[in-house]
């Protein structure tokens, strides 16, 4: 019989509706996209328990309007690097101090106790990249972005807010 092989997969989420409509006011999100990765076991390939490391994340933001019909963007992209694995997360779970109890007799015959006190070691997360781009898009030419494979449809705007559709 064959042997079953899981490998990691790499996944985006997306924390808005799809096919939706949608008004951003001035600052606010437009989109965010969050990316994860498998939580590797002991071998490199995905555990048992479908964790989930983060690895980054996309976002855009509505900034205004530059000139008549002209929508000024923030678009943010997030990577991370962890080191997390299956072992680190169940066997050690987060930095604590452990404490073990141990009894012992003292001569008096009362008992006392000993405390043995150890810290656990804990995995570690760094941003390896990060970048922010300002863009300016015609909205009265160019109704349509895609940005990640998302597309996104302008419907109105004005130097308050902007109106739109998110889909794939």
């Known amino acids: 019989m ?7 997969q790499y996944n985006e989420s ?12 001035l600052g606010g999100v437009v989109f965010r996209i969050e990316r994860t990765t498998d939580l590797p076991n002991i071998f ?3 555990e048992i328990w479908g964790g989930k490391i983060k690895k980054g994340l996309i976002g855009l933001r509505y900034k205004g309007m530059a000139e008549k019909g002209k929508l000024i963007f923030n678009l943010v992209n997030i990577k991370h690097h962890s080191d997390e694995t299956a072992f680190s997360r169940y066997l050690f779970g987060q930095p604590t101090i452990s404490k073990t109890v141990i009894p012992s007799q003292i001569r008096s015959s009362v008992n006392a106790f000993e405390t043995k006190t150890t810290l656990l070691p804990h995995f570690k997360t760094q941003f390896i ?10 909205a009265i030419i160019n109704k349509h972005l895609l940005i990640n494979k998302l597309n996104i449809r302008t419907y ?13």
Do not use: H, M, P, W
Not at 2 to 8: F, L, N, P
Not at 14 to 25: G, L, M, N
């Open 156 to 168: 109105r705007f004005d130097t308050q807010s902007f109106q739109y559709l998110l889909y794939l």
């Open 2 to 8: 064959g042997q079953k092989r899981t490998y990691k």
């Open 14 to 25: 997306i924390f808005q509706s799809v096919y939706a409509k949608f008004k951003a006011q």
């Open 44 to 46: 490199g390939n995905a």
């Open 129 to 138: 990249a990060s970048y922010t781009i300002e863009f300016i898009t015609d």
